[in-house]
């Protein structure tokens, strides 16, 4: 059975289309957990190619000998390696918000099987590695927000099939509305995710709570692109998550007392920062940043360890922000 197992998985080892010698297919095989000297791994791969079991490509003119999958055709192996059962579980673990809630359901056997795989696993590295790593968030870690299980099903199916929605919202503070919807992306942000999609005949890009909807429904009538729009251009450059307040960067100076600007030396705020140390001790940053909301909560989290000077706009809103703090935190407490 160890000998079945083990030719099995060197067979999932063979690239498809590129080549890989037997010395590398042996290599991925103790990286498997299977100590074979490297003569067996050969003899293996010779027998099944020479009686044709499986139409295993071999480049026998070359020194080590070379082997692959050919270019055409699909060949199953019914098995998973330690690398993919761990893909499986991790994506599970990460990325379980992502994925349609449809999908999921078929993925769900695979990953019941993937850590059965790693249970067994003769590599403990592998098998462990899902306990040993993890992605946190930055920000204060919050609840998810509540979504319907129909709205986001429906939702994730429209963005799929690229067909329009039709759905009751409730913007926050507002009351509920119907809107056709035209899904272009998903976004996960913190607790909360977002349907971007262009709404009632407009091509500008809105973003929509999944847990402020009421009901959603997938439409027959596709789903009208909007011109020009790029996902990766609109979280990145347009940077619209961190809530811009004006389309022009700002030119910042703050002052930070040395220990919070300690972590602004490894991850600078901007590829244009500078750090200088001053008479007092803190250290004046200047740095080029977009003027967005995130920004301002940034640098609100350090409290009386900043000191903004310049812009002279943000200054005065930091100088009625302190007042105002000062003003709830110095009144006597009621009795």
């Known amino acids: 059975m160890d000998d079945l197992a083990r030719q099995i998985i060197m067979l999932k080892l063979v690239p498809r289309i590129t080549w890989a010698t037997t010395p590398q297919i042996h290599k991925a095989l103790a990286e498997e957990g299977f100590e074979v000297d490297i003569r067996t791994v050969q003899r293996d791969l010779m027998n099944i190619h020479e009686r044709m079991l499986f139409p295993l ?28 059962a761990l893909s499986f579980v991790m994506a599970d673990r990460y990325l379980r918000e992502v994925f349609p809630p449809s999908l999921l359901e078929h993925l769900r056997p695979h990953v019941a099987h993937a850590e059965g795989v790693l249970g067994q696993t003769r590599n403990q590295q592998f098998g462990k590695w899902a306990d040993k790593v993890a992605i946190l968030p930055r920000q204060q870690a919050l609840l998810p927000a509540r979504v319907d299980a129909g ?8 963005l799929l099939t690229e067909r ?5 919202y409730q913007p ?13 992306a ?7 995710s977002y349907l971007v999609a262009s709404a009632n005949g407009y091509d500008d890009p809105i973003h929509f709570a999944l847990h402020r ?29 961190d809530y811009p307040l004006q389309d022009a960067s700002i030119r910042l100076v703050a002052l930070f007392d040395a220990d919070r600007a300690l972590h602004l030396h490894e991850t600078p705020l901007s590829a244009d920062q500078t750090l200088e140390s001053m008479p007092d001790g803190r250290e004046r ?9 995130e920004l301002r909560w940034w640098l609100l989290g350090f409290g009386d360890g900043v000191e903004i000077l310049e812009p002279a706009e943000m200054r005065a ?17 009621p009795t």
């Open 213 to 241: 909807f009421i009901s959603a429904e997938v439409s027959t009538r596709p789903a009208r692109s909007i011109p020009g729009f790029s996902l990766t251009r609109h979280i990145h450059e347009d940077r619209v998550f």
């Open 57 to 84: 490509e071999a480049d026998l003119g070359s020194r080590p000998y070379k082997w692959r999958w050919p270019r055409d055709g699909f060949v199953d192996i019914p098995s998973m390696t330690t690398v993919q």
């Open 317 to 333: 809103e930091f100088e009625a922000t302190a007042a105002g703090l000062s003003k709830i935190y110095g009144a006597r407490q």
């Open 186 to 192: 998903l976004v996960m942000r913190g607790s909360a």
């Open 164 to 168: 329009q929605i039709e759905a009751v």
């Open 151 to 158: 709205v986001h099903d429906a939702i994730a199916r429209a």
């Open 285 to 293: 940053l200047t740095a080029t940043v977009r003027d967005t909301q």
């Open 172 to 184: 926050r503070g507002r009351e509920a509305r119907e809107y056709q919807l035209n899904p272009q």
